[in-house]
């Protein structure tokens, strides 16, 4: 610590005393004043070419990329006239070293790179690690220090069992870590997309596949980034004990839901696009995840529900084994109706509605009982997308029945009820 102290005291001495010079003040003041032109020049071109540059239609990752290298323009302008000035001073031969011009245009020119490259991640929060990271690495290499700095690094450290870590090789792991599981992701996804376009799968089987190759890249990522690192792995044996009791009081919610979610993936007893009644929720499910299941209701809502509730709970799956579903809609009529007629006209009523299937399960129409006020009756009608929803094909049929029986003057009554009112007697009437 020491020894770092020192150094840095040291540098900033040299610092300070380089800046004291009038060659330095001149090259100083040139990268401060330039700045205000190449901002100026930026402020004009870069509506223009923003416009020009929106007109790119169907390549969204070019016309970011695009947006995101004309949104610094000032800084392109920056690079350019400080190149200028460098090329001014060569050629005058004054100042003699002009060392700062060419660090600070070489580091202006990687920031702009860096900063463009990184917005074709996706990811906001890995970019800025990328631009940071990189640009670090290219200025102690621009700077000259770059052997100093991996000196340090590597003089602080600490052993783990036989090996020694230091920060410079931890550094390293963390960065090839990254670059490993980043290849990990990329190469799960696009597995996954090819097993999700196998129509000969399931789609509970293209799931789990898709699981299991991302678990195992990202567990072989981790494997290969810490033999890197030359960490023997029998040193952590009681660290991982120790996270296995962790795991087992303190996440056992989130391990339920993920063996859960295998159980289902493997029994098949929900899959996507099956529609589904939970509790009070019913919808279709659009998604399985390794912790919940995203249901879709058909008002919009999407339902997280995990994957636990699944095991624990009663579900109705309205497509487990068929897509055929059986609704029933009760009725009466007066008796002044033929039931006969009734039971034809119902049954024709329910067969013209577009969702019910009248060639393979046709509808059918019972009488139920003699009520108190009308001959009631139950029609039933099967359809084959209970996912478009439940309610809206029960008042399509109600109406086609309406229809139906009020073009053939077939009633539906209602209950009657007569109300007797009677006036007490006077007082005086029952003493006379």
Same mark, same amino acid.
């Given at each position: ?91 005058? !031969?004054?100042? &003699?070293?002009?060392? #700062?011009?060419? /660090? +600070?245009?070489?580091?202006? @020119?990687?920031? %702009?790179?860096?900063? *463009? ?114 960490? !023997?792995?029998? &040193?952590?044996?009681? #660290?991982?004990? /120790? +996270?296995?009791?962790?795991? @087992?009081?303190? %996440?056992?919610?989130? *391990? ?133 929803? %439940? ?42």
């Amino acid at each position: 610590m020491e020894q770092l102290t020192a150094q840095i005291i040291e540098y900033a001495n040299i610092g300070a005393g380089y800046l004291r010079s009038p060659e330095i003040m001149v090259q100083v003041s040139a990268i401060i004043l330039l700045f205000l032109p190449a901002w100026l020049l930026a402020k004009r071109v870069e509506p223009i070419l923003e416009e020009q540059a929106r007109k790119i239609s169907g390549m969204p990752g070019l016309l970011r990329v695009l947006i995101a290298f004309l949104r610094r323009l000032r800084w392109l302008f920056y690079v350019m006239l400080i190149g200028i000035a460098y090329t001014a001073t060569a050629v005058f !031969d004054w100042p &003699a070293n002009n060392f #700062l011009l060419y /660090a +600070v245009m070489l580091l202006s @020119g990687a920031w %702009l790179t860096i900063n *463009v490259v990184s917005h074709a991640i996706r990811s906001r929060f890995i970019g800025r690690l990328f631009s940071i990271i990189v640009w670090i690495f290219v200025a102690v290499s621009v700077l000259g220090i770059a052997d100093d700095v991996v000196t340090t690094l590597d003089d602080f450290g600490f052993n783990v069992g036989n090996s020694r870590l230091s920060v410079l090789r931890i550094l390293q792991g963390a960065l090839f870590l990254g670059g490993l599981l980043w290849a990990a992701f990329a190469i799960g996804n696009f597995l996954d997309r090819r097993i999700q376009n196998i129509e000969e799968l399931t789609p509970s089987l293209r799931v789990l596949l898709g699981k299991i190759m991302r678990i195992a890249f990202i567990f072989f990522a981790a494997m290969i980034a810490m033999q890197s690192l030359n960490i !023997d792995l029998t &040193a952590l044996t009681v #660290l991982s004990g /120790a +996270v296995g009791v962790g795991i @087992g009081f303190g %996440l056992q919610k989130v *391990v339920s839901n993920f063996i859960s979610g295998i159980i289902i993936l493997l029994d098949q007893s929900i899959k996507p696009g099956d529609t589904i009644t939970l509790g009070e929720t019913f919808g279709w499910i659009r998604e399985l995840r390794a912790r919940f299941v995203s249901v879709v209701t058909r008002d919009g809502r999407e339902y997280l529900i995990p994957n636990e509730d699944f095991i624990t709970t009663q579900v109705v799956n309205w497509s487990f084994s068929d897509k055929y579903v059986r609704l029933d809609v009760p009725f009466g009529v007066s008796y002044d109706s033929d039931p006969h007629e009734v039971t034809r006209l119902a049954i024709e009523a329910a067969s013209c509605v577009d969702r019910v299937d009248s060639k393979i399960n046709r509808p059918v129409c019972w009488m139920t009982e003699f009520g108190d006020s009308s001959i009631n009756f139950v029609l039933r009608f099967w359809i084959d997308d209970p996912q478009r929803g %439940l309610t809206n094909i029960r008042g399509k049929v109600l109406i086609a029945l309406w229809d139906t029986f009020k073009a053939h003057d077939i009633k539906i009554p209602f209950p009657h009820r007569e109300v007797i009112l009677r006036t007490p007697p006077p007082e005086n009437a029952k003493n006379p």
